[in-house]
């Protein structure tokens, strides 16, 4: 019996028409929740570096890296070697929680990127493929280890979209339809400076943040219950690239430790040399009782581990597993990124990079008035467009402007330019570019980031809302 295969339709299609067809066929076939798809319809068939090439030949700069996944951005020749050697080397893909050789060196490699006084006492747990799952596994192991339920939490969070991890979180959207998500959880302000939640602004903010804290813990009639743990992000990324002062770090960490409070730091996305640091946490340096990690980790492969004091080390066998957490491409893959951004020096790339890209749009905020606040760490940049003819608040910032932001968006990617927003109601362009990002491509971004919003709020476009 012959089975006859139809062409898929629209294979033979130029171009343009064929990413046409395709983008119809995953408006019909995929779920109302997909995102980036919605923002950039493109339809990407190379890649290299920097550069996203997509089916009608036109070329991207991408600022959004696989949400801070690509650090070495897309395939880079010591990732790919990586898997070359791994799947011709015919070792088992696919082996659970077992002992590999590939396991043991990506092990090794990421307990030497470690701050020694973490890594010395650490235990690592391999989770499921995604960042929320290894949240997931953080709050069942602290939640275990102290017989507490409770979890301290703050404003502009964002750990994932399982369970657990959405209760963690601080957006409302993504929790209003689940009744009683949050119900564990309580709700600490962070540091935001630029809409400072107590209405004063600048390092007051970090200061009454920390008393707050402190004293909401200490009141016996301050309705909390002492909690099983405390989750951060040292630079909050889905939040709008706000980051934490290092002061306000050590503060939550002398708060925690005095109270016997586990202190977990979400690294998903600000690891691996993102922030300017191999990790984030090194710039205030601070020893938490766990980190989160995921994204860079797997070097452009799914990968997500918790790595943990060894005193914390309660559970009991199956107490958390995952049938992909034995994904040894990605191992490889991760061990081989880990190697090169040390080997490299990319850390130290990203902070000066960093700096100067962040200096050039501070330049800007002058010119360009929409640009109402110039934040971030490393390779880890938001963008707060305003609206210039708002009242501003207390603290001197204008109203947000998504309506803007979201031009500004589509304006970039007409340049060529895939950039993403972020933060309160989406009003943050974020720049994530790849670590590998050079300096001519640094200046690329800048130009065709600034024309955007010259464009976007030209005298011509005054009618139009900001």
């Not at 890649?47 to 996944?69: F, K, N, P, S, W």
């Not at 081989?336 to 700096?355: F, K, N, S, Y």
């Not at 330019?417 to 590998?436: A, F, K, N, Y």
């Amino acid at each position: 019996m012959t089975v006859h295969t139809p062409a898929r339709a629209g294979s033979d299609l130029p171009g343009a028409d064929r990413a046409d067809a395709i983008l119809a066929r995953q408006r019909a076939r995929e779920s109302s929740a997909r995102t980036y798809a919605r923002s950039f319809p493109i339809v990407p068939v190379r890649a290299q570096g920097m550069v996203i090439e997509a089916t009608d030949g036109r070329r991207y700069l991408d600022c959004l890296a696989g949400a801070g996944t690509l650090a070495l951005g897309h395939n880079h020749p010591v990732v790919l070697d990586a898997v070359r050697r791994t799947v011709d080397s015919g070792a088992p893909l696919h082996v659970l929680d077992l002992a590999t050789p590939e396991k043991d060196a990506f092990t090794d490699e990421l307990f030497a990127t470690l701050p020694p006084a973490f890594a010395d006492r650490a235990r690592i747990h391999f989770c499921g493929p995604a960042g929320t799952d290894a949240v997931e596994a953080a709050l069942k192991l602290m939640q275990t280890a102290t017989g507490r339920r409770g979890l301290l939490a703050f404003t502009g969070a964002y750990h994932g979209m399982t369970a657990g991890a959405l209760a963690a979180s601080g957006g409302v959207g993504a929790k209003e339809p689940v009744p009683g998500i949050a119900a564990d959880v309580t709700r600490l302000p962070y540091p935001y400076a630029y809409r400072c939640p107590f209405g004063v602004g600048g390092e007051r903010t970090a200061e009454l943040s920390a008393a707050y804290t402190e004293r909401l813990l200490d009141d016996a009639n301050g309705g909390v219950v002492q909690p099983a743990a405390m989750i951060l992000e040292a630079v909050q990324g889905e939040g709008g690239a706000i980051p934490a002062p290092d002061a306000w770090m050590r503060e939550m960490r002398r708060i925690t430790a005095e109270r016997g409070i586990p202190l977990l730091v979400d690294e998903v996305q600000t690891g691996v040399g993102r922030t300017g640091a191999f990790w984030a946490i090194e710039h205030s340096g601070i020893v938490p009782d766990a980190m989160v990690m995921s994204k860079a980790i797997g070097g452009t492969l799914p990968l997500a581990v918790l790595v943990y004091h060894e005193d914390y080390d309660g559970w009991l066998p199956g107490a958390h597993t995952g049938t992909f957490r034995g994904n040894t491409l990605a191992m490889a893959a991760g061990t081989a990124t880990l190697r090169h951004v040390a080997r490299e020096g990319l850390a130290e790339r990203a902070a000066t990079v960093g700096a100067r890209m962040t200096a050039r749009l501070e330049g800007l905020r002058a010119e360009l008035p929409a640009i109402g606040d110039v934040r971030g760490r490393g390779l880890m940049i938001g963008v707060e467009l305003v609206d210039p003819q708002g009242e501003p608040d207390a603290c001197g910032a204008r109203p947000f402007a998504p309506e803007l932001a979201a031009r500004v968006r589509s304006a970039c990617l007409g340049r060529g330019l895939i950039v993403e927003l972020g933060g309160r109601h989406d009003s943050t362009v974020r720049l994530l570019p790849p670590l590998v990002i050079s300096d001519e491509q640094a200046e690329t971004v800048l130009d065709r980031l600034a024309d955007a919003i010259a464009e976007e709020t030209s005298p011509q476009l005054a009618g139009r809302p900001a």
